[in-house]
């Protein structure tokens, strides 16, 4: 996190002085109570404003939306939001699998021997019955997020992949298999949100909407399978732009499974239902397509530690927007729908990023 901080801040421009909140995101490997002020501690900020944040995958996101309300309402001019991980190295596999397994419900699905992968495996079954969408469908994700993560320095998995092989790899849930999921990461990433702009090269990128919808908690609880929260969250953000899906030409959405990345893209409207595996295929989110997708690589290749993994994104999603991608820069692109989601597909949180001249 220290890194990821000192990397912000040089980009920025903005010495620590100039910092007066910090946001940090909650870490299983590090269970701090008051890690946003631990984190200040050892950067030397001495923060107006600090607060822990968790919502799951959604983290990154929720505090970007948290951090652009302080600045908007002037309780502060200048917010360091911060989250890392050592989700690979910093605990054993059987604290990973106790870990996850604590998303599902106490009473109704940990008894059960259920964990976050079984829990999507279960979503990901009714929604493929439901919408027509194959396993080689869901295959086309994960290739996408290989082929997209081959060109990032800091990738987890760089190895170019196909759907045959996706396909062959071993079971991990029905109907996931292992290229199905995204890995466990060591990582950690930092941004700055400011009332005024950086000092670094670049061209500005301002924050114009912001949304959240949370209409369950655990999948036992979900009554509506075609509205699980991304939409409306969605619809939120892009209100508060005063723009429409079809004012996007880049996406940023959370993919910790190839399920999670076809049902949020279906349920936003930024494709029809059971139809985001075809466009997959024509090209549409590819780096040259009409709405690149994750071209980091996501959570499936660039790796996904903790809260820090949805933020990778976002990072992702700030460099192109404002040209500062070095080789891995794609044509310009002005606006980014960026959304990520926490649990099993529980918590939502979408953001507008605007690339300003």
């Not at 908007?72 to 190295?89: F, K, T």
């Not at 996850?100 to 964990?115: I, R, T, W």
Request: charged share 20%; net charge negative; aromatic share 4%.
């Amino acid at each position: 996190m220290a890194q990821a901080a000192e990397a912000a801040l040089r980009e920025s421009g903005f010495a620590r002085g100039e910092i007066d909140a910090v946001l940090c995101g909650y870490a299983t490997t590090l269970p701090h109570l008051m890690l946003a002020s631990l984190v200040s501690e050892r950067l030397g900020i001495r923060p107006a404003y600090a607060h822990g944040v968790q919502m799951g995958g959604a983290t990154g996101a929720g505090m970007v939306m948290l951090a652009s309300d302080l600045v908007r309402l002037g309780r502060v001019r200048r917010v360091l939001v911060v989250a890392g991980e050592n989700r690979a190295s910093g605990q054993t596999r059987d604290d990973a699998i106790q870990t996850l397994a604590q998303v599902g419900d106490a009473d109704f699905e940990v008894p059960n021997g259920g964990s976050v992968p079984a829990y999507y495996a279960l979503l990901a079954s009714q929604y493929m019955h439901r919408y027509g969408l194959t396993e080689p469908d869901l295959a086309e994700f994960a290739v996408l997020m290989r082929r997209h993560a081959a060109s990032h320095p800091d990738a987890q998995l760089t190895a170019p992949i196909s759907v045959a092989d996706v396909m062959a790899s071993k079971p991990i849930a029905s109907p996931l298999k292992l290229l199905d999921c995204c890995p466990i990461s060591d990582g950690a990433v930092a941004l700055v949100v400011s009332a005024d702009p950086g000092r670094g090269d670049g061209l500005p990128v301002a924050i114009t909407g912001a949304g959240q919808a949370h209409h369950h908690q655990h999948l036992s609880a979900v009554d509506q399978l075609d509205d699980l929260g991304a939409a409306a969250s969605a619809r939120r953000a892009l209100g508060q732009a005063g723009v429409g899906l079809a004012d996007l030409d880049m996406l940023a959405i959370y993919d910790s499974f190839t399920i999670t990345l076809a049902i949020l893209l279906e349920e936003i409207g930024l494709c029809p239902r059971g139809a985001s595996a075809r466009r997959a295929r024509e090209g549409v989110f590819g780096a040259d397509g009409a709405l690149p997708l994750n071209t980091h690589g996501g959570l499936l290749s660039f790796g996904h530690s903790g809260a820090a993994g949805g933020m990778a994104h976002i990072a992702e999603a700030w460099r192109q927007l404002a040209r500062r991608a070095g080789a891995r820069q794609i044509g310009p692109r002005r606006r980014c729908l960026l959304h990520a989601d926490g649990g099993v597909l529980s918590a939502h949180v979408s953001l507008v990023l605007e690339a300003r001249a």
